[in-house]
Nanobody, 126 residues
Framework: QVQLMESGGGLVQPGGSLRLSCAASGGTLGHYAIFGWFRQAPGKEREAVSCIDRTDGSTLYADSVRGRFTISRDNAGNTVYLQMSSLKPEDTAIYYC??????????????????WGQGTQVTVSA
């Protein structure tokens, strides 16, 4: 069974950058259809940040991160990245990666994902 693990979180000052990684173990993600990053801030519901739909190569971003964050996959397709730049305090949250072998109704929808990582904390503070 595929397991996902995030890394790369931490404390960064406003305006700084971080790159999150999501690596798979116990299997390969090469044939998976959708990959996503979600986040949950204290007291708030989980929200979609960005996703990739491998079936058509499309990428989607939340309005709040568009132009600042970039999602990508490595050539083998077994690691998914989220490059975060110009970070703001409101980006503070636990970030989760997710993947699923089926496309479903769209990669931005969290209920389409059957595989989730444990999350990595991102804190943006001076």
């Amino acid at each position: 069974q595929v397991q996902l693990m995030e890394s790369g979180g931490g404390l960064v000052q406003p305006g700084g950058s971080l790159r999150l990684s999501c690596a798979a173990s116990g299997g390969t993600l090469g044939h998976y259809a959708i990959f996503g990053w979600f986040r949950q801030a204290p007291g708030k519901e989980r929200e979609a940040v960005s996703c990739i739909d491998r079936t058509d190569g499309s990428t989607l971003y939340a309005d709040s991160v568009r132009g600042r964050f970039t999602i990508s996959r490595d050539n083998a397709g077994n690691t998914v990245y989220l490059q975060m730049s110009s970070l703001k305090p409101e980006d503070t949250a636990i970030y989760y990666c997710a993947a699923d072998p089926l496309e479903g109704y769209g990669c931005i929808l969290d209920f389409e994902y059957g595989y989730w990582g444990q999350g990595t904390q991102v804190t943006v503070s001076a």
